[in-house]
């Protein structure tokens, strides 16, 4: 089995390990607000739920090769708001477009065919195709090294009607949602639907053993 020293690889090498490994990534696409009051869009794959009481995200926005912050990071400032909208398959050529390093005064949502739409508690739009949008307040922002990590709060949560199996017992129609994930390389994406189910057992089963053939 070959072992890789992290600690004497450059960040490229280690990256390129790393993805290629630590799949499929959910993909945080954000919004959130520029100084001008504008909407900056950018998708993220070092994403995920961190907890749920209260309700967590991260993600992991970067910096541009001078050390500068991108225009999300720039954005979230302690409290801010933000919403994550999670990409079904048919928004991946949307999703890519806003991917772009544009300048900031170009406007990725419009760029990319988008229609924005008001949230409910907070103040920064959300994509009013995606299937799924989370509301978020920032919380706290690490830094190790060179990462940046962004961890908030999701105080609301959109999710489209059709993909509600029972809104009143919150079961949701996961397979439905069509979302995608990244893998490895830089082109590489997965379908979120090939699921299947393992319930859990208790101790007293497992202390039981597998069950004999009849």
Not at 8 to 21: E, P
Not at 54 to 74: E, L, N, Y
Not at 110 to 115: D, H
């Amino acid at each position: 089995m070959g072992h890789f020293d992290l600690t004497r690889l450059d960040a490229a090498a280690a990256y390129k390990l790393l993805t290629g490994v630590v799949v499929p990534r959910p993909i945080a696409w954000v919004s959130t607000l520029n100084p001008d009051g504008t909407v900056n869009l950018a998708p993220f794959s070092f994403f995920n739920m961190l907890g749920s009481d209260p309700p967590v995200v991260a993600f992991s926005p970067g910096d541009r090769p001078d050390g500068t912050p991108k225009d999300t990071a720039r954005n979230i400032s302690p409290g801010s708001p933000f919403v994550v909208n999670l990409v079904s398959e048919p928004l991946v050529q949307a999703m890519n477009v806003t991917a772009t390093d544009f300048p900031p005064h170009l406007p990725e949502a419009g760029l990319a065919g988008l229609e924005l739409t008001p949230s409910q508690q907070v103040p920064v739009p959300r994509v009013a195709a995606s299937p799924v949008s989370l509301e978020c307040l920032e919380r706290q922002t690490l830094r190790i090294g060179r990462n940046r990590i962004v961890l908030g709060e999701v105080v609301g949560l959109y999710i489209a009607d059709e993909h509600l199996q029972d809104a009143s017992r919150h079961y949701v129609n996961t397979a439905s949602l069509q979302l995608v994930a990244r893998m490895g390389g830089r082109g590489g994406y997965a379908r979120a639907q090939d699921l299947f189910e393992l319930p859990r057992i208790t101790y007293a089963e497992w202390q039981r053993g597998p069950e004999s053939p009849e």
